[in-house]
Nanobody, 126 residues
Framework: QVQLVESGGASVQSGGSLRLSCTASTNMGSRYCMGWFRQAPGKEREGVATIDSDGRTDYADSVKGRFTISRDNAPNALYLQLNDLKPNDTAMYYC????????????????????WGQGTQVTVSS
């Protein structure tokens, strides 16, 4: 069982930046995929970015060039740097982990991830 805890969400103005963090309760092993998702009120959960145990990354088109995912194997941390934030980035942001293959589908899909955090709120005002 892996427990994931997110932090770093806040209210910022359009154009601002935030850094989200996610800490895992245990080492993720040698082959894994971790990702960030977001969900706005009344909308489906959307995949934002993934990173696998080899360091390969993938991003949703809506955040390419603005968001950066990274990880630190000690202390089992995942990060998401959010730059040039826009009001439609407002959402609850979730950290998730899954098997290595979760990073290799035609899109970043929630159903391939096993463990989830409780989320951290990002609110962007214009």
């Amino acid at each position: 069982q892996v427990q994931l805890v997110e932090s770093g969400g806040a209210s910022v103005q359009s154009g601002g930046s935030l850094r989200l963090s996610c800490t895992a309760s245990t080492n993720m092993g040698s082959r894994y995929c971790m990702g960030w998702f977001r969900q706005a009120p009344g909308k489906e959960r959307e995949g934002v970015a993934t990173i696998d145990s080899d360091g390969r990354t993938d991003y949703a088109d809506s955040v390419k060039g603005r968001f950066t995912i990274s990880r630190d194997n000690a202390p089992n941390a995942l990060y998401l740097q959010l730059n040039d934030l826009k009001p439609n980035d407002t959402a609850m942001y979730y950290c998730a982990s899954g098997g290595f293959g979760a990073c290799y589908h035609y899109a970043i899909l929630a159903r391939y991830f096993t463990y989830w955090g409780q989320g951290t709120q990002v609110t962007v005002s214009s």
